[in-house]
């Protein structure tokens, strides 16, 4: 009988991969769950329950949950124009809260792959200057409410919302208004990993991948050498926090999935649950196939929401179906640049 893991296995018996985790779970907790391979190849170091890697854009639905709060407590207007809480946009172009949740502001969404720094250059790095041109060239020419497009700088700009609105760094309100309300003690989500078990995350040698990332990208200040045949990355920030900062181990995803999944709904309330998982419609009444954040479809016959974290070194998908109360999570620590859906295949065998 062929493992029920056989497809994950190979990922890494075919070095497609160093290491997979994978978690299938309900309320109550893991239902089912695979775990193989290394963190670090160079040291040995297998991947283990402490293991911890960045989330990337899974973040994002984060921060739209922060967004739903303050809305909650009467600080955001979801369809109030995103310049009545940062002063310094134009106020013309109409782009409201509600549109960069949903991903309808009509922004470009530039290559985020040099969006990174050091742990060294992490105390002196002042984002908000960072991306203040790039926000500024991005929102040229948008039209809101036209189409969707998916864009890394509309959760920036409601990153920055939150600060104006809640008088708090993004990372301070998320740590102490979520964060703080997902503790267990194998539970690991923060946006500080240094004295952390963080796993090396990892890119091809060879490929055409890796000859782009070499020509758009510093590879040589980001990479090193590693063995059977990959590049490894050194630790990084990513420069936006709101769209991508966090990291978590897999006990941490499956924690925060199951608070999603759960009724009690100590993050939000009854009504803002049900937002944020109300797919959106463009302003010509088509469906977008996003929610507040989360993307929506269809796997067996059974309608689930779920989002994508990737980027250089690591990806991962987070997954949530409510009707029947369950979820799933899956990390590669290899490099990942779109949405693949991996949980279509690995959440097969268990939803009927």
């Not at 989330?55 to 955001?76: D, N, P, R, W, Y």
């Not at 509309?154 to 301070?172: D, K, R």
């Not at 998320?174 to 989500?189: E, F, G, N, Q, Y």
């Not at 937002?275 to 419609?281: C, G, Y």
């Amino acid at each position: 009988m062929p493992s029920e893991f056989a497809l994950l296995e190979k990922q890494v018996t075919k070095n497609k991969t160093p290491f997979v985790q994978y978690a299938f779970f309900d309320g109550t907790g893991v239902i089912k769950e695979y775990s193989n391979g290394y963190a670090d190849i160079a040291k040995r170091h297998p991947v283990d329950d402490e293991s911890v890697f960045p989330v990337f854009s899974v973040t994002k639905t984060f921060t739209a949950l922060a967004i739903l709060q303050l809305f909650e407590k009467g600080g955001i207007a979801m369809n109030a124009p995103v310049s009545q809480y940062l002063s310094d946009l134009p106020a013309e172009n109409g782009i409201t809260v509600m549109h960069l949740l949903t991903h309808t502001a009509g922004l470009a969404n530039p290559l985020p792959i040099n969006w990174i720094h050091t742990s060294s250059e992490h105390s002196s790095f002042d984002r908000n200057e960072f991306f203040k041109p790039i926000i500024r060239k991005s929102m040229k020419g948008a039209k809101p409410g036209k189409r969707f497009r998916y864009s890394n700088i509309g959760y920036i700009l409601l990153g920055q919302v939150i600060e104006s609105v809640s008088g708090m760094s993004y990372e301070t309100y998320v740590t102490k208004h979520i964060l703080d309300r997902l503790t267990s003690p194998k539970a690991i989500i923060t946006f500080n990993p240094e004295t952390l078990k963080l796993a090396t995350g990892y890119h091809k040698a060879q490929g055409i991948s890796m000859l782009m990332l070499g020509v758009i990208s510093n590879a040589r200040k980001y990479m090193v050498d590693a063995p059977k045949g990959w590049k490894a990355f050194l630790p990084v920030y990513i420069n936006g926090s709101s769209y991508g900062g966090l990291f978590a181990n897999v006990g941490g995803m499956v924690k925060y999935g199951r608070e999603l999944l759960s009724n009690q709904h100590a993050l939000l309330t009854s009504p803002s649950y049900q937002r944020l998982f109300t797919e959106n419609l463009t302003t010509d009444n088509k469906p977008t196939g996003m929610c507040l954040s989360w993307f929506k479809g269809m796997l067996n016959g059974t309608e689930y929401y779920c989002h994508a974290g990737g980027g250089g070194g690591f990806y991962c998908e987070l997954r949530l179906y409510p009707h029947i109360s369950k979820g799933s999570f899956i990390v590669f620590n290899r490099s990942g640049f779109s949405d693949m859906r991996v949980l279509d295949k690995t959440d097969a065998r268990f939803i009927s």
